[in-house]
């Protein structure tokens, strides 16, 4: 179960209605988008400065378990921390709070790709490193 406390990096969002469905609610799918952005943001923090100058990943896995609902207008936050590196790999846990209440727990994995490529290779170890010591829970290793 996700524990706000293990997460470093909290992004701090407001409900659009666009983002909801007829019951005012978050639909399912857009706790994704919310995940990607709070994982670019993430990244930032991190200390890259943009595109060109952060590791490049694609999708391999995303999941998500639904606790509770978040609402039109309120506030969120979307915790994400590195998990698990593998050799060409990260898991990144991702959990969406409101308040201390949790709504939403994911695991996204990511392959990292050769820059301009989509051809997967080695983590570099500067960005094992990097996250290592930005995150609490320091991520498990393959």
């Known amino acids: 179960m996700a524990v706000k ?20 609610i978050v639909f399912n799918a857009n706790y994704f988008a919310y995940y990607d952005h709070a994982i670019w943001e993430w990244t930032k923090a991190l200390g ?19 606790k509770g609902a978040a609402h039109f207008d309120e506030d969120i936050e979307i ?42 290779a080695p983590l570099p170890e500067e960005f094992i490193a990097r996250v290592t010591a930005f995150e609490r829970v320091t991520p498990a290793r393959k």
């Not at 400065?49 to 998500?64: I, S």
């Open 5 to 24: 406390d293990d997460f470093v990096f909290l992004h701090s969002l407001r409900v659009r209605w666009a983002e909801c469905d007829a019951q005012g």
């Open 48 to 66: 890259y400065k943009g595109w060109n100058d952060a590791p490049q990943f694609v999708t391999a896995h995303a999941e998500c378990d639904f």
């Open 79 to 120: 915790g994400i921390r590195a998990a698990r590196f593998g050799t060409k790999s990260m898991e990144v846990a991702a959990a969406i709070f409101r308040n201390d209440a949790l709504l939403n727990v994911g695991k996204l994995n990511y392959v990292y790709v050769s820059p301009g490529t989509t051809q997967s």
